[in-house]
Structures are given as structure tokens and as C-alpha cells.
């Protein structure tokens, strides 16, 4: 096919941006490797004035998405806009509707609405593409769909938000609190407008739902996901994990069982032996775990220009090529609803809790544990004042809900000085 393909991008910002240029500079090796050129149509985005750094005096400007997405000079339509609803939902049912292939970077938007746009752009004939959506420039969508299309998969691991690996990773690295480094990396411009988004864990949970849906064939249930964000980590935390091998790490895990969906995003310890426990910065990582493969981990950039404009151009490579997937790996009418479930594996626990500094109080909570079937491994007391004493306690394998059923009796006792954090403690 020789006619050119006519792109429509929405959303000027960093990776938009990113977009014209590899269109532009890239042109004759995307023309090489797809047998047509790819050129840019139109675009939108909510300035027209505003300086991006890149001329687009000759793309028609469109105020509204929708009328972009709409156009008849404009075969794919390229959302990265961002937003779960609003003009990125509106505009890419409009394109769907209208016949259009899309292409977007909005992992939240998918998480929510997923299984009804793969719907309705399966009963159109057209691609629905989000390589971008997930962990920036790795390409572990392509991964799950296609290299492992012949594998059952049998679980997902990863560190999915380079935000929250930059917050963790320094606060180790130069000893600063939480808060500190938390308003360093906001001040750098590395935390979303809402930044709980990112430390609260819902950002790296949207991806992980994405994930899921592939790998295990379910519509796709973010609402299904145990999510906790980083913001109970302290300094304290990172020190004590690192003296006893490990370092902590927000991790996502997703597994099917048979009791149903198991999806966590959440705050772990992980070896420090673990592939996971090098990531430095924004990098993201992400195990696969399949009956034929056994493992394969997937390592790159999670978020930047280059690398998430990068993955939307795979994308529009493979529209290019005339390359029709159904949107989740297999036909959307197909994927089962998804039944979630707690993790009943049991795993080792990491519990921090400051106790009222009287007789008996260590003793006690040491009781509740053992009446739940909670064993102790490690247990530690540490730079104590006259009001409470800091606890570290590292229990042997048990169930979250037998460490569950102890902190509620904890809670009814009079030795707790806060309330104590807990974080599991992950192989992988």
C-alpha cells in the first residue's frame, strides 16, 4: 500500500511533541519499514499559542478532538490527551464511530472504560492501540499479545511508576524523608497535576489492570485491584529493610487462582538480589512468568518523551502494516469477568509499630500474633523515647488474613502509640 497514512494527533504536551518529531525526522525509515509514509494531518490540543518548540504552522489546527477525530483527511486518530473521561473518551468513541484506527497513551481512560472501546472497535473493524499506555518505552503490551501469545500466563510483577521508584530510591540514597523527597521530585516536575495519582498507587494500578486483562484473558477491573500508596514509607522503613537484605519497592502483582483474580499495587520488599531491587530512578521493570517461557523480565525507561513517543509510533507502525489485533489479545466478547480475590499465598510480613513505652507491651502484641498463627522471625526495638518505643518485627510465612485477624486484636489494646505498617514481603 502506497498512499500515505494520515495521522491526527490530540495533546501537544511532552510526548505529542515527541510524536511530530520522530514523524518528522524519521520519515524515510518509517516508510522503510511500514511501505508507506506517515504524515500528520491535524492536530489539538487546548493552546494554540502556547510554544512546544516544534513548528506546526503546516497541520490544520483543530479546537475540539472531536472534530479532529472526525476528519476525513485523518485515517488514525492519536490520543494523548490523558483523562479517564471528558474529551479523551469523547473523541476516541468519535473516531472508533467514524471508521478511524486509534492509537493512545491513556492507561486510565483504558483501565475504566477498556472492555466498551474494544468492544466497539472490534465491531468496527478498526485497531484500538496503547503500547504507550503502559511502562513508557518497554514494550510489554507486544510482549503479552504476541511473543507470548503461546504461553499461559501465570504472573505478572512490576514496578510500573517511575515516580514513585525515584522517591523511594532517594530517600535511600541520601538518607531524606519521605516529605522531602516528595517535594523535590514535585518541584522537578516528576509528580502528575494530582499527585496522588502516582504516590497513591493509582497510576501504576491502571496499568496493571491493563496487564491483566492480556495475560489472563478478563475484562479488564480496576476496580478489583488492593491499592496502597507509598506514603507510609519512611526513612525508618528503607533502613531497616536494607540492614536486613531487602529493599522496598511499589510493586504490582497480578496472578489468576482458584479462588479468582489476585491484583495488588502496593508497597513490598523485595531481596535485594531481586532484578527489581536494581531500578534506580524512573526505570520501570516487569517479570512475565508463563508455562513455556517460565520467565523473561522486561527492563527500559517508563516514562520521557522519547521513550512513550517512541512505543505510540510502534503503534502507528503496525496500523501502518495493515496489523489488526483485537484490542486485549483475544476478542473482547471472549474476555471473562474477572472474580477478585485476596491473596491466599501465604508470604513472610514486614511490620513497623511504635508501642506505649510500659511493661508488658511487646509481650503483649508478641501473644496476639502467636494466637492468630503468626510466627515471629525477626523482632527488633530501636531509638525509643519517653512516650513510645519503635518496634520492627519480620514474621515467618503466614496468611494476610491471619496477620489481618492479629492487627484487629492490636487494635483494641491499649499498647499501640500508632497504628502499625505493614509490608509484604515479595519473591520475585
Not at 3 to 24: E, K, M
Not at 55 to 82: F, H, K
Request: glycine share 10%.
Amino acid at each position: 500500500m502506497n498512499t500515505p497514512l494520515r495521522l491526527g494527533i490530540a495533546g501537544l504536551g511532552t510526548v505529542g511533541v515527541g510524536v511530530v518529531r520522530i514523524v518528522r525526522q524519521q520519515a524515510a525509515l518509517l516508510s522503510a519499514r511500514t511501505g508507506r509514509s506517515i504524515t500528520i494531518s491535524a492536530v489539538s490540543a487546548r493552546s494554540r499559542d502556547k510554544d512546544r518548540g516544534v513548528n506546526l504552522s503546516e497541520y490544520v489546527w483543530e479546537d475540539d478532538p472531536v472534530a479532529l477525530a472526525t476528519r476525513d483527511d485523518v485515517d488514525v486518530y492519536v490520543e494523548l490527551m490523558g483523562g479517564t473521561d471528558g474529551p479523551a473518551k469523547a473523541s476516541v468513541e468519535a473516531a472508533i464511530a467514524a471508521g478511524k484506527d486509534v492509537v493512545t497513551a491513556n492507561k486510565a481512560m483504558l483501565a475504566v472504560h477498556g472492555q466498551a472501546l474494544a468492544e466497539a472497535a472490534e465491531a468496527k473493524g478498526v485497531s484500538l492501540r496503547y503500547e504507550a499506555a503502559v511502562a513508557g518505552g518497554i514494550p510489554v503490551i507486544k510482549a503479552l499479545t504476541e511473543g507470548l501469545a503461546g504461553n499461559a500466563i501465570t504472573r505478572i510483577v512490576g514496578v510500573m511508576n517511575g515516580s514513585c521508584n525515584y522517591i523511594l530510591t532517594r530517600m535511600e540514597s541520601a538518607g531524606l524523608s519521605y516529605d522531602e523527597v516528595f517535594a523535590e521530585a514535585d518541584g522537578l516536575g516528576y509528580l502528575e497535576a494530582d499527585p496522588e495519582l502516582d504516590v497513591g498507587g493509582i497510576d501504576a494500578a491502571h496499568k496493571l489492570a491493563i496487564l491483566s486483562s492480556i495475560a489472563f484473558g478478563t475484562q479488564v477491573n480496576f476496580d478489583g485491584i488492593e491499592i496502597e500508596g507509598i506514603g507510609r514509607v519512611s526513612i525508618d522503613d528503607i533502613t531497616q529493610a536494607g540492614d536486613m537484605g531487602y529493599k522496598i519497592k511499589l510493586l504490582g502483582v497480578a496472578q489468576r487462582t482458584g479462588r479468582g483474580l489476585e491484583q495488588r499495587m502496593m508497597p513490598c520488599l523485595v531481596p535485594d538480589t531481586s532484578p527489581f531491587a536494581q531500578l534506580q530512578g524512573g526505570t520501570n521493570m516487569v517479570a512475565i512468568e508463563g508455562d513455556a517461557v517460565e520467565q523473561i523480565v522486561l527492563r527500559g525507561p517508563g516514562a520521557g518523551m522519547g521513550p512513550t513517543a517512541s512505543a505510540v509510533m510502534g503503534d502507528v507502525c503496525d496500523v501502518a502494516r495493515g496489523f489488526v489485533l483485537p484490542v486485549f489479545g483475544q476478542p473482547a466478547d471472549t474476555l471473562e469477568a474477572a472474580s477478585p480475590t485476596r491473596s491466599a499465598l501465604p508470604a513472610p510480613y514486614y511490620l513497623r509499630m511504635s508501642l506505649v513505652d510500659k511493661p508488658g507491651a511487646l509481650a503483649k502484641i508478641a501473644t496476639l500474633l502467636g494466637d492468630a498463627g503468626v510466627s515471629i522471625d525477626r523482632m527488633r526495638q530501636y531509638g525509643h523515647d519517653d512516650a513510645s518505643a519503635p518496634v520492627l518485627i519480620v514474621t515467618h510465612k503466614c496468611t494476610r488474613t491471619a496477620l489481618d485477624e492479629a492487627l484487629a486484636s492490636m487494635q483494641s489494646t491499649d499498647v499501640l502509640a500508632s497504628d502499625p505498617v505493614v509490608l509484604r514481603i515479595e519473591s520475585i
